[in-house]
Nanobody
Framework: QVQLVESGGGLVQPGETLRLSCAAS????????MGWYRQAPGKQRELVAR???????IYADSVKGRFTISRDNAKNTVYLQMNSLKPEDTAVYYC??????????WGKGTLVTVSS
């Protein structure tokens, strides 16, 4: 049974920092590209960052320079370092692999709220 367990979300003020973690089962992180997605209320889910198995990362324009995606293959875990958070970053954040994504398999996500 595959699992995707996101953690690290919370309530922070603008300008503060959070580090999200995604624990995956079955060596998913090692053998597939991983991405972080987010979905705000009333909006579609969007790709925030993606990292390939060789460590090549891409980011949405809205988070470039502020967010960093990384992976730890030994721990089968993906991280999202989020600096200089803005209210517009408020959303439920999900991690996923390319293969689980196309099968529409998602975890429960972790809520990030950026507010004064």
């Amino acid at each position: 049974q595959v699992q995707l367990v996101e953690s690290g979300g919370g309530l922070v003020q603008p300008g503060e920092t959070l580090r999200l973690s995604c624990a995956a089962s079955g060596s998913i992180v090692r053998y597939d590209a991983m991405g972080w997605y987010r979905q705000a209320p009333g909006k579609q889910r969007e790709l925030v960052a993606r990292i390939t198995t060789t460590g090549i990362a891409i980011y949405a324009d809205s988070v470039k320079g502020r967010f960093t995606i990384s992976r730890d293959n030994a721990k089968n875990t993906v991280y999202l370092q989020m600096n200089s958070l803005k209210p517009e970053d408020t959303a439920v954040y999900y991690c996923n692999s390319d293969r689980l994504n196309v099968m529409n398999f998602w975890g429960k996500g972790t809520l990030v709220t950026v507010s004064s």
